[in-house]
Every structure is written in structure tokens, then in C-alpha cells.
């Protein structure tokens, strides 16, 4: 993230202003794709005597049978066959077949950054959304009460929102009007009351509230029936069944229980837990430690977020879309397989990979995909400055973002955090003003997500300058001065007050108590 500069060799060279688009779908065909063939599944018929399954590593794009203007003209779509060896193991008759099989055709993106489907130029515009993790607020509830909240935001979007009133009371929210006591969803995931009382740190304030709420709850099955009943506003006697646990493990658990790699980061990062990186789901522990945390927010010890800030959102690139619609299509080929082998087995038909596997899947998500999703979007070809505008877009909106209506003022607005990352300036008219921006000139996409910008690092030691990259998170804890301030009396550093930039405020200080400065004059 380091690169040398000396004050003598001139100005920094901008970057090339389509690469968000390039680098990520490079991303994508490196290690998006690997990613998830590698978790494709081992899947077996009902008697265990056949098992399928995909070696994600050897897979293999071909090069587009038409070339990018040959499909302009033929209206036809710049892609790329994509093929991966399948294995098919009969344990009856102890027979191996191995086969190289199609899974699909998939767009490919042009040198220009925009793909070619059917004739016509469209961008896939990238997403910023709020990151997957938990994050602590104070609001007003209908009285006009203050109420402590932790909102758990899933990685599908899905959120959790725990409460904390004026009367100490936790609840689950589950539903904009539904809400449960906190003691209902920690027994529904398997805890006991011994358990949950030894995983809190001030047990003592919920002791009561903890006797009023769980009176009539005595097992497990209980407290599944009390968070259905309170899912689906149900009055009366409800019995437990499976139905109704797998109605909520696919509506309720799966959507707001998933954190994915991101969320997990952020759990571990902000209630300092030491569960495995690899673990996506959200466990007990996460739970005890996020009403831990909010009950010191209440206290004034723990600190609350600001849910607009960079460090708590991240960049969905054409990379993370694509790689969606991928997991999509082989969560229907799974599907499909599974009918297939039910069917052989039962008539008892020859089984051979090809035969197992479709590329209808595969072909008919992403038609889907570059058809109808609000991110993928007819390329702006006005004239090649506009081309260049629409694929730095990032937008708040499509789905798990924002809407038009319902965004408020405050998430429209510029925040600090923006500066060299998001432009200040440029963003759409009317109901889209705020929701749609542009990537500032310097700004880079890196892990996680997280949108990067470079400043000068000031050295005392050395007259050569560094430039290094800060994500908003980093930039929170240095001073940083304005480059114009400090470019007009460079020979008089000793001397001079600058303005500087330093946990969202603007400060007048010594030009030796700066740590970085940034670009002068494009650094938006």
C-alpha cells in the first residue's frame, strides 16, 4: 500500500479511471469463481450408492467465439464457456467417471470495462451498503423516551435490532411493530437460563425482567412456538412442530443470522470476541456479548456508532454481483442434480456427469441478472467522458440498499469520511440526489470492501515522501493538513499553522504536529 515519491519528481500520475471496473472483474475470474465451485457440495442419492461432485480448482474459461465489435454488430453477447471436471463415484458397481462438463456461458467485460449482452453496452454500477456487523445507537422511541439499540445487520441484509428501554428491559425486535424479550430468542437458540445468566456480565439487571417474561417457557420447543407467535402476530395456543422450526430456520435464522466474512470481522473487531473467522453464523456468545455492550452503552461506558460513516459501509463491486449470481446458479444446478439421481435411481438409468449436469442454470440466472437487476444498467455512451462517469458510479440503492422514498435526509448527506473517496460534488438530481455518487479521482476499492484514498505522510527524517493509502477507519486517528495550505510557504514549515483535519473536525495547528497531508488540487 506504499509508493515513494520525491518532492522532485513531480506530481503524482492519476490513476486509470476505468480500473475499479477491470481489477474487480479480474477479481472475480481469479478468485470468484474458485471461491465457490470449491464449496459446491458433495452431493448423494437417497441410497448413498452414488455421490457427484466438482473440482473447483481445474475449471476453465474458453476464449469468446466473437470478438467485442463483431458482437456489437451480430447483436450477440461477449462470453465465455465455462468448464470444470466433474466427478461421478458408484459405490455399488465401484466405478469412477470423470468428465470435463459445461456449467454455462459467462459475460465477459470488455477492455473498456462494460459488457456486450445482445448487441448493447451495459455497465454493472457498483453498490455501497452499510456492512454487515452490529451497530449501537440511542434514539426516541413513541413517547419521546431515549432507547439504546444494536441493529445486527446480516450479510443477505436481513436485520436484528435489540432494544434496551427505559425500564432495562431487552427485546428482540422482529418486525417494525413485533418485538420478544431478548430471554426468549437466547432460549430458542439452544441456551439455558444457567448459561445465560453466566454469559452476561451484569446478570443482576435482568434477573427480573428475565422471571416476568419466561414464566410459561419450559423447553427449547417453547420458545420457537413464543418467536413464531410473535413472527406472525399469532394469537392463541400454538403447538410446536417442524413445520413451524423450519419456517423459521428459512426465514428468520437464515436471513438475520448469517454474517458472512465481513460481519464476522466486525463482530470480532468491535465486542473483542475470539470466535473463528470462519465461522459466519451468529452464535450464543455473539449475542451475550452484544446486550453486554449495549447495556454499557446505556451507562455511558461503551460508545455508540455513526451508522453513516464510511468504515461502517462497504462497496459491493461487479465482482461481489457476479459471484452472487454465480452461488445462485449452482444453488439450482444442486437442486437440479438432486431431481436427476432421485429419478435414476428410482428407474435405474446409467448415471454419467454430463447427464447430470445442465448449463440451463447457469445461463438463465445470468440472463436474469444483466436483464432485469436494478445495478446492471444500459452503458452511458453520450460521449466518452459520460462512459467513464457511469462506471465509477456507486449507488445506495437496488436490493439490501436504500429506496428512493424512504431515505432520509441524513443518509443523502456528505459526511467527513467522504473526502478523497466519495466526490462531495457530483451526484444525481431529485429523488436520487445523495443515493447515487461518483468515486473520488484517487479512491481505491481493496479488501472488505472498503474504499481507500492516499495522502502525503509527513517525515521529519527524510525529505522523501511517502504516499500511503488510508482507509476511513485509519485517517480518524492522524492530523491531516490540506495540501494547499502547506504547498503555498513550503520553505517556512517550522513557522507555519496550517488547517488540518483531525476525528471530523478542523483544527489550526503547527505544521510539525501534522502526520499527512493530501493531493493537491485533485484529491476529490
Known amino acids: 500500500n506504499k509508493m515513494s515519491t520525491g518532492k522532485k519528481q513531480g506530481t503524482f500520475v492519476p490513476p486509470e479511471f476505468g480500473r475499479i471496473q477491470s481489477e474487480e472483474f479480474l477479481r472475480l475470474v481469479d478468485q470468484g469463481i474458485v471461491d465457490e465451485l470449491t464449496s459446491f457440495p458433495k452431493i448423494e442419492d437417497g441410497e448413498k450408492d452414488c455421490e457427484f461432485r466438482l473440482f473447483g480448482e481445474e475449471y476453465r474459461l474458453t476464449e469468446s467465439i466473437v470478438q467485442e465489435q463483431d458482437a456489437i454488430y451480430e447483436c450477440s453477447t461477449y462470453s465465455s464457456d465455462l468448464y470444470v471436471l466433474a466427478q ?3 459405490r455399488k458397481n465401484r466405478t469412477i467417471k470423470r468428465q470435463v462438463v459445461l456449467l454455462g456461458s459467462l459475460p465477459l467485460m470488455t477492455s473498456q470495462g462494460f459488457f456486450i449482452i445482445n448487441g448493447v453496452a451495459r455497465v454493472v454500477v457498483s453498490q455501497i451498503l452499510r456492512s454487515p456487523g452490529i451497530y449501537y445507537s440511542r434514539e426516541l422511541d413513541h413517547k419521546g423516551f431515549p432507547l439504546y439499540t444494536g441493529t445486527i445487520i446480516s450479510n443477505l441484509g436481513g436485520r436484528l435490532k435489540l432494544e434496551l428501554d427505559k425500564k432495562a428491559r431487552i427485546w428482540a425486535r422482529v418486525s417494525k411493530k413485533r418485538k420478544v424479550s431478548i430471554f426468549i430468542l437466547l432460549l430458542a437458540i439452544g441456551l439455558k437460563p444457567r448459561d445465560i445468566f453466566n454469559g452476561f456480565n451484569y446478570p443482576e439487571i435482568l434477573i427480573k425482567f428475565f422471571k416476568r417474561q419466561v414464566r410459561d417457557i419450559h423447553s427449547v420447543e417453547d420458545a420457537l412456538v413464543e418467536l413464531y407467535k410473535s413472527l406472525y402476530s399469532i394469537t392463541g395456543d400454538v403447538l410446536f412442530s417442524e413445520l413451524i422450526y423450519k419456517d423459521l ?3 428468520f435464522f437464515r436471513q438475520r443470522f448469517e454474517l458472512g466474512q465481513i460481519g464476522r470481522r466486525n463482530f470480532n473487531k468491535k465486542l473483542e470476541l475470539d470466535v473463528p ?3 459466519y ?6 449475542i451475550l456479548a452484544a446486550v453486554d455492550h449495549l447495556i454499557k452503552a446505556n451507562y455511558r461506558i461503551g460508545t455508540l456508532d455513526d451508522i453513516d460513516h464510511l468504515k461502517n459501509r462497504r462497496v459491493r463491486s461487479v465482482a461481489d454481483l457476479l459471484q452472487d449470481q454465480l452461488r445462485l446458479s449452482l444453488e439450482r444446478l444442486e437442486l437440479l442434480i438432486r431431481q436427476t439421481m432421485q429419478e435414476a435411481t428410482k428407474q435405474k438409468h ?7 449436469v445442465t448449463s440451463t442454470p447457469f445461463i438463465t440466472t445470468f440472463k436474469e441478472f444483466f436483464g432485469s437487476h436494478p445495478l446492471s444498467q444500459f452503458m452511458d455512451q453520450t460521449n466518452p467522458l459520460s462512459e467513464i462517469v457511469h462506471k465509477r458510479k456507486v449507488s445506495a440503492l437496488g436490493p439490501g440498499g436504500l429506496t428512493r422514498r424512504t431515505a432520509s435526509f441524513r443518509v443523502r448527506d456528505i459526511h467527513p469520511s467522504h473526502y478523497g473517496r466519495l466526490c462531495p460534488i457530483e451526484t444525481s438530481e431529485g429523488m436520487n440526489a445523495g443515493l447515487i455518487s461518483s468515486l473520488g479521482i484517487y479512491a481505491q476499492l481493496k479488501k472488505y470492501g ?4 492516499p495522502f502525503y505522510k509527513i517525515s521529519n527524517i527524510s ?6 493509502q488510508l482507509s476511513p477507519n485509519q485517517d480518524e486517528r492522524y492530523r491531516i493538513a490540506t495540501g494547499s495550505f502547506l504547498a503555498a510557504s513550503w520553505g517556512a514549515q517550522e513557522e507555519q499553522f496550517t488547517s488540518a483535519r483531525y476525528q471530523q473536525e478542523f483544527l489550526t495547528i503547527p505544521w510539525s504536529q501534522v502526520n499527512f497531508r493530501s493531493f493537491f488540487p485533485l484529491q476529490f
Do not use: A, C, G, Y
Request: hydrophobic share 30%.
Open 88 to 90: 461421478l463415484t458408484n
Open 249 to 251: 430456520q428459512k426465514k
Open 277 to 279: 473467522k470462519n465461522e
Open 281 to 286: 453464523f451468529l452464535l450464543p456468545q455473539d
Open 350 to 356: 446409467f448415471l454419467t456427469p454430463e447427464k447430470l
Open 450 to 453: 472498503s474504499l481507500q484514498s
Open 463 to 468: 525529505d522523501e515522501e511517502q504516499i500511503v
